[in-house]
């Protein structure tokens, strides 16, 4: 039997009546003696909340009696006797912890936040776009044509010749590709989810030979064939898709996506997808007989020229010593023989001009 002197209030009036309470063990309960006479609380129907030093302590059954207790020993042992008895639920466990466990937990809670913004959310958002068919690819690319590129900015004698030197090679693509080259002083190039791609004239004045456009081509045909703009769009986009994702709300999704078309042409792709570009790209040179080292050229060539500006195709394909390095170790690895392409040469000297 523990003892201690505790406050109590009837709830009917005002007034304080100091009590003396005993925690009996034997049959879980309180027991005190008040101005209206004996009193037994059951400790599995007690509640208490605790502020500073001093616990109030309810009863279920009498709501509105008050026991404010300041014996911290005492309030141990009635919280140490209630999960004997299995009468601690998690909110008074939680609450028992202490202000250092609830701040550590506060910072495990908002350190799970920033990891499932950061690597799970655009993960599942990824993931999302294998719900979408390529149908929809199509749609978000004619939709960015329509609303971005202007027929007066397209080139379109050059347009044909640029599909002509395309044409002269195998991408192995799932689905129909279509080369568009544009007026425009932008060092650029971007591949759109419908299998546009799209080329700068600015990009084109930058190449010194075919082997470089063929490189550049190469490169974004497999961002193309591999939905990386989708899946670039999904992760930029993954806090407003998830909630679409979990209730498989397609429609949801594509609604997302395409409020935000405007910004599929400055996307800028992660380190993995570059690596599957490039990695794709030198492979399907070397498979057209076209030498890989015009790709490594082009890029080497803007590197140097990007100490006085940054132009735009580095900023949305970003180059990195070591996506350079990778490229050559796998131009070793690999075993090829090019051919001169005279027809492909022809035509980007006629480009140049």
Not at 27 to 54: C, P
Not at 236 to 246: C, R
Request: hydrophobic share 40%; with cysteine; glycine share 4%.
């Amino acid at each position: 039997m523990i003892e201690t002197t505790a406050t109590y209030f009837d709830g009917i009036s005002s007034v304080a009546h100091p009590v003396t309470v005993m925690l009996n063990e034997a049959d879980a309960s309180l027991q005190f003696t008040t101005h209206t006479g004996k009193k037994e609380w059951r400790i599995a129907l007690v509640t208490y909340h605790t502020v500073g030093n001093m616990t109030e302590l309810h009863c279920q059954n009498s709501i509105m009696e008050i026991l404010q207790v300041r014996d911290t020993a005492f309030v141990k042992a009635l919280k140490r006797l209630r999960r004997r008895y299995g009468h601690s639920d998690i909110y008074h466990r939680l609450i028992d912890l202490g202000w250092k466990i609830h701040c550590l937990i506060a910072v495990g809670i908002i350190a799970l936040i920033i990891v499932c913004n950061i690597f799970v959310l655009p993960w599942m958002a990824e993931k999302t776009v294998n719900m979408l068919p390529e149908s929809y690819d199509n749609r978000l690319g004619d939709m960015y044509i329509m609303k971005y590129i202007s027929p007066e900015e397209v080139d379109s004698v050059k347009t044909v010749q640029l599909q002509q030197f395309a044409a002269l090679m195998n991408f192995g693509n799932s689905r129909p590709l279509r080369f568009t080259l544009v007026n425009s002083s932008v060092v650029n190039a971007y591949a759109l989810p419908n299998g546009e791609i799209v080329v700068y004239s600015g990009l084109l004045d930058a190449m010194d030979s075919y082997e470089e456009l063929a490189g550049v081509l190469a490169h974004e045909a497999m961002h193309v064939n591999h939905r990386h703009s989708m899946k670039m769009l999904a992760r930029d986009l993954s806090g407003y898709l998830f909630l679409s994702a979990v209730l498989s709300d397609v429609n949801g999704i594509m609604g997302v996506i395409s409020q935000n078309v405007h910004t599929l042409s400055s996307l800028t792709y992660s380190r993995e997808f570059e690596t599957e570009a490039d990695r794709g790209a030198v492979e399907l040179l070397i498979a057209n007989h076209i030498d890989p080292n015009g790709m490594t050229k082009l890029l080497l060539h803007l590197q140097k020229e990007s100490s006085g500006f940054m132009p735009q195709i580095l900023s949305t394909h970003p180059l990195t010593a070591h996506r350079i390095t990778k490229v050559e170790e796998l131009k070793k690895e690999l075993s090829y023989q090019p051919k001169e392409q005279p027809w492909m040469k022809k035509i980007f000297e006629t480009l140049k001009k």
